[in-house]
């Protein structure tokens, strides 16, 4: 479903992602990992088509991001690190919104509305400007949109940040179920211990190349004198992938 052919981006002279050939599959759980500025942010800012890579091809379900651009991205459903949301509209406002951006049809719009405000639990607020809600709530608002059309790909960065552990496991829960269903799920995540329990693969970037990707028995294989925590092995990897980068080598 999504596909990096060595990738690269530049910020003038910088390079914030070099060579990045990575693919995810159909019902894959991804958690990319990385200190900040690492990457991960970038590539998944061309991913959604925020931005262009410099060279490399992309793809989403088959299409190039570059030529087919509203192909490839209407398969994406996108939870980006902050929720922002449009603070004099309602929730029920900006799903409505949302879901006439993605050219669906009224009765559609309305039941799969109706389906998202059951499955988080809007009703409450839902009809409530969003400047009113806290960050909980507008994280909850910001999944719904981003599956309201049923989306094949769902991209999501940081999606723990500054939620409570009930929160944090209803989120875990809902990307697992969603892979389950079939959903390509690629998430960007600081939150090691989450990543290591719910991933069916790893990846992790330092300074702005692909270290590792596979899953965390393959990493425990790897570093096998380590400890066996995810965080021991990450940390073990990037200070190697970034003693070798000091001296221009390859990790």
Sequence with gaps: MIDFQQVH???????????????????ELFSLLGHNGAGK?????????????????????????VAKTREATSLIGFVPDQPYLYDKLSGREILH???????MEHHQ????????????????FVDDLTETYSHGMKQRMVFATALLHE?????????????DPYS?????????AEASRGMC???????????EEISDRVGIMNHGRLLFDGTVETLREKFPSEK????????????????????????
């Design 9 to 27: 981006r530049n910020y003038g002279e910088k390079t914030a992602v070099e060579d990045l050939t990575l693919h995810i599959g159909a019902g």
């Design 41 to 65: 942010t970038t590539a998944i800012k061309m991913l959604v088509g925020l931005i262009r890579p410099s060279r490399g091809t992309i793809r989403v379900g088959g299409y190039d991001l």
């Design 97 to 103: 919104f949302i879901g006439r951006m993605y050219g």
């Design 109 to 124: 719009l309305h039941a799969a509305t109706d389906r998202e405000i059951h499955r988080f639990d809007l009703g409450d």
């Design 151 to 163: 989306p094949r790909v769902l991209v999501v960065d940081e999606p723990m940040i500054g939620l």
């Design 168 to 176: 944090i496991r209803q989120v875990k829960d809902l990307l697992r």
């Design 185 to 195: 799920v690629l998430m960007s995540t600081h939150t090691l211990q989450a990543a």
């Design 228 to 251: 066996r925590t995810l965080e021991a092995m990450y940390l073990a990897l990037t200070q190697k992938g970034a003693s070798l980068a000091a001296e221009g080598g390859k990790a």
